[in-house]
């Protein structure tokens, strides 16, 4: 398998997820401005949306979207318990993933990360982060995990709230997230591809700062 990430982004997700099912997966870095991979080669033509992370498998049908991949994972690698068994824990699951992915991700953080997102747009998403984070700190409160144990909801959910301390919202607001997150961190999968990712977009920033060699003739417009 090979997962297509960014580092930090949210493909932070699945390679929490891969190191604690132990898997074999080889991991290409995406630069989403350029849309390109390491490598050189056009992202688009691997995924048109260039987005990530998408997951190759073994036979080179490509999955994109997290809550598909995370539970993809899981499935792959039952022997890892990152997923219940049950139906009404499979639903649970569900449900968390569709909560950090809309409610989270895409509706609080992703405009609050925006280079291009409107003031205004950024104050009102502020005014939805005390129902919305209030609701994970509900569920936390005297628990370890989202479930009854480490999920792939919880490899999301760490992935998401990382991205706070780039953002107006201060956690401490809720003492159950960032005991949370405190534990979380301290996890070797976690720990792990947070160190292995903060290097990586710590050497992503150098390049973008080193000054490019002047072009032998006009680059041509990027798409937009």
């Given amino acids: 398998m090979k997962l297509y ?5 949210c493909s932070l997700a699945p390679r929490i997820a891969l190191y604690e099912a132990g898997a074999e997966v080889s991991y290409v870095e995406v630069d989403l401005k350029a849309k390109r991979t390491e490598d050189g080669a056009d992202y688009r033509a691997i995924h048109p949306l260039a987005l990530v992370p998408a997951l190759e498998l073994e036979g080179g049908e490509l999955v994109t979207e997290n809550a598909a991949i995370l539970q993809l994972i899981a499935e792959r690698f ?5 997923a219940p068994r049950d139906a009404l824990g499979r639903a649970r699951l569900k449900e968390w993933l569709s909560f950090v992915g809309t409610e989270l991700h895409k509706a609080l953080y992703s405009p609050l990360l ?3 997102a409107p003031a205004e747009m950024k104050a009102y998403v502020l005014t939805k982060a005390g129902s919305r984070l209030g609701r994970v700190a509900d569920r936390l409160e005297g628990r370890e995990f989202l479930l009854d144990r480490f999920s792939v909801a919880d490899a999301y959910l760490i992935t998401v709230l990382n991205w706070s301390q780039v ?29 292995e990712e903060r290097e990586r977009y710590a050497r992503a920033l150098k390049r973008r700062e080193e000054p490019a060699a002047a072009p032998a003739a006009p680059a041509p417009s990027a798409d937009r």
């Fill in 5 to 9: 990430f960014s580092p930090l982004a």
């Fill in 114 to 116: 925006s280079a291009e």
């Fill in 78 to 82: 039952p022997e890892a318990e990152l």
């Fill in 167 to 195: 953002t107006p919202i201060d956690l401490a607001a809720w003492p159950a997230i960032t005991a949370y997150q405190a534990r979380l961190q301290q996890r070797p999968s976690v720990a792990r591809a947070m160190a």
